[in-house]
């Protein structure tokens, strides 16, 4: 009898996320919806470039709403940038290197594809994180008023 054979590990299908000169990604299986909204239109979904500690694209950038689940919980989130799905083996997902962990907080791994560093991957948990923080943040500030 021969020995059971362990399962390859499988791809980790990233949405990725091209906004300006950069890209960044989020797994896939953490979103959960993605609604396009039409220029112009109003959002109070906070900002990913905002939350990544980027500059946040003009209007004339596609911009959606993209709803992210994790670890119980899920947020929608402004997305601006072209969309598109992308198939990274786990040997081309290295974790962040400790030296830049503090410098980009959200960010859990880098995606080497093709033998290059492509782009960051976010945490989706990290990013509800942020998320939340930021509407307590913004919904504690409006009840302070505007007279600080």
């Known amino acids: ?80 940038g072209d969309i598109a799905l992308v198939e990274a083996a786990p040997s081309e997902l290295l974790p962040l290197p400790r030296e830049l962990r503090t410098a980009a907080p959200l960010v859990s791994h880098v995606a080497v594809l093709s033998g290059r560093p492509a782009l960051f991957v976010v945490s989706p948990e990290r990013l509800l994180r942020a998320a939340r923080d930021t509407a307590l943040f913004n919904d504690t500030d409006a009840d302070r008023g505007t007279s600080c």
Do not use: Y
């Open 1 to 80: 009898m021969s020995a059971p054979t362990e399962p390859a590990p499988r791809p980790t299908t990233l949405l990725t996320v091209q906004a300006g000169g950069g890209c960044w990604a989020i797994p896939s299986a953490a979103v959960t919806n993605v609604e396009r909204l039409t220029a112009g239109s109003p959002s109070d979904a906070p900002d990913a470039l905002g939350l990544l500690g980027l500059t946040p694209l003009g209007e004339e950038a596609a911009r959606r709403i993209v709803v992210v689940r994790a670890a119980g919980e899920q947020a929608r989130i402004l997305v601006s």
